[in-house]
């Protein structure tokens, strides 16, 4: 169940990414592609800085973070 859970957040968190970036992001199914990527992209850097959020709100604040940063950095190679 953790698996399916896991991806179940990161696609939230790419949909929600792709509404707090300016422009939408790359349409619906690459946000939450890049959203699926972002929670483990999250997750480790949020390590790096010592960083914890526990439950479930925080997996998702975690998984949003990278998410946001994967759809910055992609939509600064986009140009």
């Known amino acids: 169940m953790g698996i399916i859970l896991s991806i ?3 696609c939230l968190a790419g949909f ?3 509404k707090l970036m300016k422009g939408g992001g ?3 199914v690459m ?4 959203g699926l990527l972002g929670g483990a992209l999250g997750g480790w ?3 790096l800085l010592g960083i914890t ?3 479930l ?4 604040g975690t998984a949003i973070v990278g998410a946001a940063v994967i759809l910055f950095v ?3 190679l986009k140009k």
């Open 8 to 10: 179940i957040i990161g």
């Open 16 to 18: 929600c990414a792709g």
């Open 26 to 28: 790359f349409g619906l």
């Open 31 to 34: 946000n939450l592609i890049l």
């Open 45 to 47: 850097l949020f390590d």
């Open 53 to 55: 959020w526990g439950g």
């Open 57 to 60: 709100l925080g997996q998702l």
């Open 74 to 76: 992609a939509s600064l």
